[in-house]
């Protein structure tokens, strides 16, 4: 089974196989077909890449599917286990089937290992203590720092004796909430130096949110830093932790200590409110402590880290990762997809508050003991050059960023980036939801001077890694598509009825077997991770994602299929909208759909029913958006309210996004079918408030 999809691989465009040494043949829009828009790797980049060829590609993902254990234990050997894996022939316990029993994944079961010890010890004891492991770039131009390898092991070492002191030991679970300060990394490796648990939560989240999560997951303490200039804006996180921390009080849990980094140039420490005896000045206290702390071994599964993610339903789930499958998964995905090499510099936009910040911000690049940028700053602040200033200043040669990213700063002209160098460029990326072909273009042309392959990796935070992804040198791209699977991972397409559909054909992403960084439950709710992920297509994992496949294998993403909403590349639930807005006492109903935004992929349009008797007004639009705001964040505010005096209903009372969808996109010819509606005439009277 599992060789007849290897075999249908094999049908690469017959160009790939035979000539993946053209030039780039860089196709314009002009060209009818887009899925017949091939762009070729040059010579050059081929020649010294990873994997070069598909032949090459075909057979390591042969061994990958045929002997899994084989292929994952040789690259695991690579690392440092300080008790190797017991059971030699299967490296891995899987059952992916709920009509089997309990859905489980284990990989690397037994061994000891340690993931900072991986990423930052052995880098230093192979020689590279005096490599730069971090650039640090702040949110003003000429405010940056950097730290070698042996001095970001000790500010490591340093934090976390500073925990274990506080009492923080293996299986505690530590709240992270910080910006892009090096002290976020840090303060991820210092937990998994000591088998803490650590939960990044991104500081765009308001207090209701982060309390949400503190009560969820119980830290030993959270760590934090007084304040944050994104651009021009200074914002004040440690008030909203403060606020977070009263909430999370009166929600029965109370957290001992607060630590907090001293962001001095954005806040002074005596603007700063304090709470005498919780909290504690990081530059103060963490400093004092040795820079040598002893490691300790966990089993490769572990807890290493929980990070909640948006579902179909209000509560947050967290996504729970373990330690050595994810270690190993995280390392060669980020080798081979972005064909690294020792000399490169590299740079991911993404904050270390979602999960590209930790899988390839963090972990993967330093497991490989790359030199990465972290930047502190806003993409277009002080204007929109400033990622290629960075991209000289550094000499960056991989870059990767998210679609709506790419969309902005083309629509702020080309102007802004050719007046760089970017000489350093080899390999650009692309990572949170489709990115459509026309901004793959101006990435390719612009940016990337038509020199760069793209790396459109699909994945999620439940994957822990890249799933579906360009391998750069192997085979030629199509803009717009993440071509193939890793290594070892099986993606399949379903039908509604959950029945494998080959060939060309579209329908429902899946995959059919476990990948060493798949996410092994939702923290506290096997049953809710069994009946969200296992339950909807028996036998497999459902990504949420709708996907096509051309006829030469090539994947195309087509977005969510569930209630989540993709905004800028950040998972916002229609339920976690709607739920803060009918939390407004003028609020009687909202329903929200997502709906396609030039710049975001997709804009958040929210339907609301008001309280009987309450007039529509512009201030109360406002107010709505502000409960949005305080709930969840400023990034999940509505781009569009539309008063609705009534929502179109089944006889059964669920509602008709569908229709929704038509109406917020203005598509109203493509209404369909309204007539099994309980009340078909508010149609009509949501089309006439369009406008207003
Ligand atoms: C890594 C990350 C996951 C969802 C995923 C999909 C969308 C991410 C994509 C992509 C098309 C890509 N997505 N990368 N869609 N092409 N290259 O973004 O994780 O925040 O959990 O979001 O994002 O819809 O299901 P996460």
Same mark, same amino acid.
């Given at each position: 089974d599992h060789l007849r999809h290897v075999e249908s691989l094999s049908t690469l465009p017959s160009g790939a196989g035979k000539t993946?040494?053209?030039?780039a043949v860089i196709l314009g829009d002009a060209l009818a077909s887009e899925e017949n828009d091939l762009v070729f790797p040059s010579q050059e980049f081929s020649s010294q890449a990873l994997v070069s060829s598909p032949a090459q590609y075909l057979e390591m993902y042969k061994k990958s599917i045929l002997d899994p254990s084989g292929f994952w234990s040789e690259i695991a050997s690579e690392f440092y286990w300080e008790?190797?894996?017991?059971?030699?022939?299967?490296v891995y316990t899987e059952n992916l089937d709920v009509r089997k029993g309990d859905v489980k994944i284990e990989w690397f079961k037994g061994g000891m290992t340690n993931i900072c010890y991986n990423a930052l010890d052995r880098n230093i004891d192979a020689g590279n203590g005096d490599k730069i492991a971090m650039y640090w770039e702040g949110n003003e131009l000429n405010h940056d720092g950097s730290l070698t390898y042996t001095q970001l092991l000790h500010k490591v070492c340093q934090l976390a004796n500073y925990l274990k002191d506080i009492g923080v030991s293996k299986g505690d679970a530590v709240v992270i909430y910080l910006p892009m300060l090096m002290e976020l990394p840090i303060a991820m490796l210092a937990c998994a130096r000591i088998g803490a648990i650590h939960s990044v939560v991104f500081a765009g989240f308001s207090a209701d949110s982060l309390s949400q999560r503190i009560v969820d997951c119980k830290p030993k303490a959270v760590i934090t830093c007084n304040a944050v200039r994104r651009g021009s804006k200074v914002i004040q996180l440690k008030d909203i932790v403060d606020a977070a921390l009263v909430d999370s009080a009166k929600n029965g849990f109370s957290v001992g200590v607060v630590l907090n980094y001293e962001n001095e140039s954005a806040m002074t420490r005596e603007c700063t409110k304090w709470t005498e005896g919780r909290d504690v000045w990081w530059q103060d206290t963490v400093p004092k402590y040795p820079t040598t702390c002893a490691v300790v071994w966990v089993d490769a599964e572990d807890p290493l880290f929980l990070l909640y993610t948006s579902g179909s339903t209000g509560k947050p789930k967290g996504v729970l990762h373990t330690t050595g499958g994810y270690m190993i998964y995280t390392a060669t995905t980020f080798k081979y997809a972005f064909d690294y090499k020792s000399s490169d510099i590299y740079w991911c936009t993404a904050d270390c508050g979602w999960i590209t910040g930790h899988s390839y911000v963090t972990y993967g690049p330093l497991l490989n003991g790359a030199t990465v940028v972290v930047f502190e700053g806003a993409p277009n602040y002080p204007n929109a050059s400033r990622c290629w200033d960075i991209v000289d200043k550094y000499k960056v040669s991989l870059f990767y960023t998210a679609p709506t990213l790419v969309r902005s700063l083309m629509r702020d002209g080309d102007e802004f980036v050719t007046r760089y160098s970017r000489k350093s460029l080899r390999v650009l990326g692309s990572v949170g939801e489709p990115i459509n072909p026309s901004a793959w273009r101006w990435f390719f042309n612009v940016v990337g001077d038509s020199r760069c392959p793209i790396s459109d990796t699909w994945w999620q935070t439940e994957t822990g =890694?890249?799933?579906?992804?360009?391998?750069?040198?192997?085979w030629p791209q199509k803009p717009g598509s993440a071509t193939f699977p890793f290594f070892g991972v099986l993606p399949v397409i379903v039908d509604e009825k959950g029945t494998e559909i080959d060939g060309e054909c579209s329908g429902y992403l899946c995959v059919k077997n476990s990948w060493p960084g798949a996410f092994r439950t939702l923290y506290g709710d096997h049953d809710r991770y069994e009946t969200t992920y296992f339950k909807p297509f028996p036998g497999y994992y459902f990504t949420g994602d709708g996907c096509s496949r051309d006829k030469d294998g090539y994947h195309w993403l087509t977005g969510r299929v569930d209630d989540v909403i993709n905004v800028s590349g950040h998972r916002i639930g229609t339920a976690e909208v709607e739920s803060a807005l009918v939390s407004h006492l003028q609020c009687a109903e909202a329903a929200v759909v997502g709906v396609e935004h030039e710049v975001k992929g997709q804009g958040i349009y929210a339907f609301i029913t008001l309280v009987e008797g309450v007039p529509y007004s512009e201030e109360l639009k406002k107010s709505l958006t502000l409960a949005v705001r305080k709930q969840i964040g400023a990034f999940a505010a509505p781009d569009k309210i539309h008063w609705a005096p009534g929502l179109p209903k089944?006889?059964? =009372?669920?509602?008709m996004r569908r229709i929704l969808r038509k109406i917020a996109s203005r598509q109203l010819d493509e209404l369909g079918d309204t007539s099994t509606l309980a009340d078909p005439s508010v149609v009509d009277q949501l089309i006439a408030l369009s406008d207003q």
């Open positions: 993946p040494h053209l030039n008790k190797k894996w017991p059971q030699q022939q299967q =890694g890249f799933m579906i992804t360009p391998l750069p040198g192997a089944t006889r059964s =009372g669920k509602i």
